[in-house]
Structure formats: structure tokens, C-alpha cells
């Protein structure tokens, strides 16, 4: 027996060809995938195929060939049991019976997936004879296309990644945009040294001719500062239109940065925790996975786990890091930030994402995933929720600052004794060691802005972006590291006591 297979090809037999077209349609549910294995009966093959295999209805060439064309292993290990049971000895006996004056026609088997539980009808059972030789040979072999009312798919819908602004309102936590105006109408109620300053970015923006640094400068500060700007300017002017995102933020982005903990009075602070660190965060990723915001609707997004590129922080004292190492946290990870990587001892105030022009994607989606972690570790940690961070979405040459505040909103307790396991999908609380579960309240993350703080096109709007810049991190090493000390710092110290 041979099996011939559906081809579009036409490579066997035209009758058995014309015979498939020719099958009516199949009466089962058109859910169920169909497919047609032709029987043809070649008994009476090529009379050298017949002496070379000495009656075998496998001649050796052909077992060979035909184990050959199989894709895997364990598909030729079938086949070859298949063509073993068909041994010479087996059709010794039948070739001593008298041969019928009538050669049977050849069959057509049509065979259908069956549900499980339902009954099968006499012709399957005959259809089974067949099946396990069959089944050998019509891997992999195209089916007949099924009717339109079939063409559904029957597996769920696929999640798909949140991307754009919009899509972040059905996450939890909440992430909406609003301008700066609007903080108060939400209930956010910003500190005054973050409005202030705010106020002042925004007056540069105003006056191009105020560039003016808010601190007092050294000889040797003005002139790093200098090289690194018309530097920074002349490598923009060179790669703008042609290099890549890394490049870019290598060669334009981030000198720019790293001048601000070259600066003298960062560089060298005279309050403990008081220096500056910038940190090339590209390959950090958000941990532990319980801090990721998640979908409301598990089977509507991916968890949002986004990177960014760079971040500012505070480079803590010998003493404090002594502290932290040694104390107990409520997740998994021993961090005082939403990473587990080498940035996990970095007190961040301000968190940058670099996107190149004409590139599809939105960097305030990383940068909201991003700090939405770092507010659901404080959450874990019970530190406080209400201090906002400055985030810095830089576009090409423009650079955009954001404040991001949260607000708390209280949940059900139905609710909170859900929490969500892996795949984002609610279940039962459940007695075991590992991280604990949010409190009884979750919250609402709020993005401000965006502000332009200046650019690359200019040296003028460098220089009005340093400014800037600077003004932020003379925030960071006195407004933020006094909440920080305040408010995680001492949380901390309190647990080793304990």
C-alpha cells in the first residue's frame, strides 16, 4: 500500500488528484480541522523495485528514501516500525494464497479529528487500519482549506504591550498625564521647593538669553563645562540626521550629564549622602516582577517591565550603605530602589529615557513604568508615597522634564485579598514565604508636564539646559535627600533595632 498525500503540486497520480477535489464537503462541525488521506493500491510497482526488494513491499531504496524525506526522529522511528510489520515473512503465507480474480478498487478514506466523548461510526473504525502507516507519511502535508465560518481563531486574544499614553490608563497602577496646572483638581499637592523650581526651568524657557548657573562655579568647573558643551554640540551637528539611538546618547546625551557630578560642590559634598551619581541603567531591569505594573484586564496587556537609559542620584556614605546592607525589606530583593542590579543602593531623583526622532516608540511609556515601580516599592515598604521624582524624556535634541506624584486611593478588601500571581492573573492569597502583599489601599501615579528644558540645536539652548539641570540636582542633594533620610533611611535603621 501507498499512501499519496494532498499536493498542490500534482507530483502523484492525476486520478487520486481529481478524486480529492472531488470529495464532498465534510458533514462534521466546521470547527473541527479536517484533513484526507487518499488510498491507492500500487501492489503492481515497478517490476525492478519488485527484484531489488525481493518481494518486499518496502524495497530497501525506497524504506531508505522514504525515511529520509521525514522531518524528526521520532517521525522515522514510526515509519520504520510500520514498514517492519510488512515483513517478508508475514506475506510469505499471503502470497500462498490464491490471488482474486478481481483486484480491489482503490479507497478513499476520509478521516475526521473527533471530539473527545463523541461515538465513532463503523467507517472510522475501518478508517483506522489505515491511520497508522497513514499518519506516517501525511505529516506535515497541507489540508484542505476550511470553510469561512471556521477561519476564527479558538485560542484566547493575544495581549498586547501598552505603548502610548492612552493605553496606560488600564494598568495598575493608573498612569495619566496632565500639565502642571491641573495638580490640585486630582488632589496632588506638591512640595513648595518643587514648584519653585519648576518656576525657575520655566523661566529660562522664557528669557533664551538667561543662562545663568544657580551655583557658584570654580575655574576649572567653567572650563570642563565648557569643553563638554562645545563638544557635546559639535558631535550633535555631526550625527544628528544619520547615527543610532546608542550613539547618540553616548556621544551627545551623556557627557551632558556626567558633567553634573564633575561639578565641584557635587562632586565633593560636606553633608554625608550629599555627592552625585549618574548611572547608565540600559541593562537594568525592574525587580523583583511583583513591582512591574500590570494589566486591570489580565488578558488585555503585558506586564509593562521598560528600561530607561539613564539616572541621577545620591552617592550614598560608607556608613549609610553599612545601614542598608544589613537591614530587612518587605520584597525579595535587598533594595532600597525597583531594581536588584548595581543601582539598588542609589537614592534616584531623576530618571532620563532617550528616544531618537522618527523612531516609533514613546519614551514617557518606559518612564512610566519605570517609576511606577519605584512608587509600588515604596507601597512594599511602607515609605512615603506623597514626594514626587523629576523624569526627563529626551527627543532628538529636546529635552522635556516631568513630575511624577502619586496618589493613594483605597480599594475593597475583596480586592486586596486577590493578588495577582506571574501571569498577571488574580488568585487566591495563599500562607507562604515570599514577598507581602500590597496594603489594603493601592494608588493613582500622576505624570506633570512636560516642560523643555532646553536643547542640543544651540549652544545657547545647551548651556540653558544645564542650567537646568543643575537646578534640579541642587534639589536632589537638598530637598530630596532630606525626605529620603527622613522618610526611608530612618524606616530602615528602625528594622535593624528591632
Keep these: 500500500m501507498a499512501i499519496a498525500r494532498y499536493s498542490s503540486k500534482r507530483r502523484y497520480d492525476e486520478a487520486v488528484f481529481d478524486r480529492l477535489h472531488a470529495l464532498p464537503p465534510c458533514k462534521q462541525n466546521p470547527d473541527i480541522a479536517r484533513w484526507v488521506v487518499a488510498v491507492d493500491d500500487f501492489e503492481a510497482d515497478d517490476s525492478d523495485d519488485s527484484e531489488a526488494g525481493h518481494g518486499d513491499a518496502f524495497p530497501t531504496f525506497k524504506r531508505q528514501r522514504a525515511l529520509r524525506s521525514l522531518c524528526t526522529t521520532p517521525q522515522r522511528l514510526n515509519a520504520a516500525k510500520n514498514m517492519a510489520a510488512l515483513s517478508p515473512t508475514r506475506r510469505s503465507k499471503r502470497d500462498r494464497l490464491p490471488p482474486k480474480e478481481d483486484a480491489a478498487p482503490a479507497k478513499e478514506v476520509v478521516v475526521a479529528t473527533r471530539r473527545k466523548g463523541r461515538q465513532r461510526r463503523p467507517e472510522e473504525a475501518d478508517a483506522d487500519a489505515q491511520r497508522s502507516a497513514g499518519d506516517t507519511f501525511s505529516e506535515g502535508a497541507p489540508s484542505f482549506p476550511a470553510p469561512a465560518s471556521s477561519l476564527r481563531s479558538l485560542s484566547p486574544p493575544k495581549k498586547k504591550t501598552a505603548s502610548t499614553k492612552a493605553d496606560l490608563?488600564?494598568?495598575?497602577?493608573?498612569?495619566?498625564?496632565?500639565?502642571?496646572?491641573?495638580?490640585?483638581?486630582?488632589?496632588?499637592?506638591?512640595?513648595?521647593?518643587?514648584?519653585?523650581?519648576?518656576?525657575?526651568?520655566?523661566?529660562?524657557?522664557?528669557?533664551?538669553?538667561?543662562?545663568?548657573?544657580?551655583?557658584?562655579?570654580?575655574?576649572?568647573?567653567?572650563?570642563?563645562?565648557?569643553?563638554?558643551?562645545?563638544?557635546?554640540?559639535?558631535?550633535?551637528?555631526?550625527?544628528?540626521?544619520?547615527?543610532?539611538?546608542?550613539?547618540?546618547?553616548?556621544?551627545?546625551?551623556?557627557?551632558?550629564?556626567?558633567?553634573?557630578?564633575?561639578i565641584e560642590s557635587f562632586k565633593k559634598s560636606v553633608v554625608p549622602n550629599g555627592k552625585i551619581v549618574v548611572l547608565d541603567v540600559t541593562p537594568t531591569e525592574i525587580s523583583p516582577a511583583?513591582?512591574?505594573?500590570?494589566?486591570?484586564d489580565p488578558a488585555l496587556y503585558r506586564d509593562l517591565d521598560k528600561r530607561i537609559d539613564y539616572v541621577v542620584g545620591l552617592d550614598l556614605h560608607r556608613t549609610t550603605l553599612k545601614t542598608l546592607r544589613h537591614t530587612k525589606y518587605c520584597t525579595a530583593a535587598p533594595s532600597i530602589k525597583q531594581t536588584a542590579s548595581f543601582a539598588n543602593e542609589t537614592p534616584i531623583f531623576l530618571n532620563i529615557e532617550v528616544k531618537r526622532r522618527h523612531v516609533a516608540r514613546d519614551p514617557t511609556v518606559q518612564l512610566a513604568a519605570w517609576i511606577a515601580a519605584e512608587f509600588t516599592k515604596r507601597r512594599y515598604e511602607e515609605w512615603d508615597l506623597g514626594f514626587p521624582?523629576?523624569?526627563?524624556?529626551?527627543?532628538?535634541?529636546?529635552?522635556l522634564l516631568r513630575v511624577a506624584a502619586a496618589r493613594v486611593v483605597p480599594i475593597t478588601r475583596v480586592a486586596a485579598k486577590f493578588p495577582r500571581n506571574v501571569d498577571g492573573d488574580t488568585q487566591e492569597a495563599e500562607v507562604e514565604e515570599g514577598p507581602t502583599p500590597l496594603p489594603e489601599d493601592e494608588y493613582e501615579l500622576f505624570f506633570f508636564g512636560p516642560l523643555a528644558l532646553g536643547n542640543t540645536l544651540t549652544l545657547e539652548g545647551s548651556k540653558r539646559l544645564l542650567a537646568n539641570l543643575i537646578d534640579i540636582t541642587k534639589w536632589g542633594q537638598s530637598e530630596f535627600r532630606m525626605w529620603w533620610e527622613a522618610n526611608v533611611q530612618l524606616v530602615l535603621e528602625k528594622r535593624i533595632r528591632c
Design 389 to 399: 521624582v523629576f523624569a526627563v524624556e529626551i527627543d532628538g535634541d529636546n529635552w
Design 290 to 296: 511583583e513591582l512591574v505594573p500590570f494589566s486591570k
Design 169 to 262: 490608563a488600564y494598568l495598575n497602577p493608573n498612569i495619566e498625564f496632565l500639565p502642571l496646572r491641573n495638580a490640585k483638581e486630582v488632589g496632588i499637592s506638591l512640595p513648595e521647593s518643587v514648584t519653585e523650581l519648576w518656576i525657575r526651568c520655566e523661566n529660562r524657557q522664557l528669557n533664551s538669553l538667561t543662562t545663568d548657573l544657580p551655583i557658584s562655579l570654580s575655574d576649572r568647573d567653567c572650563r570642563i563645562i565648557d569643553d563638554t558643551l562645545s563638544d557635546a554640540f559639535e558631535q550633535a551637528e555631526k550625527w544628528r540626521d544619520t547615527t543610532t539611538e546608542p550613539h547618540w546618547t553616548s556621544v551627545v546625551v551623556g557627557p551632558i550629564l556626567h558633567l553634573l557630578r564633575r
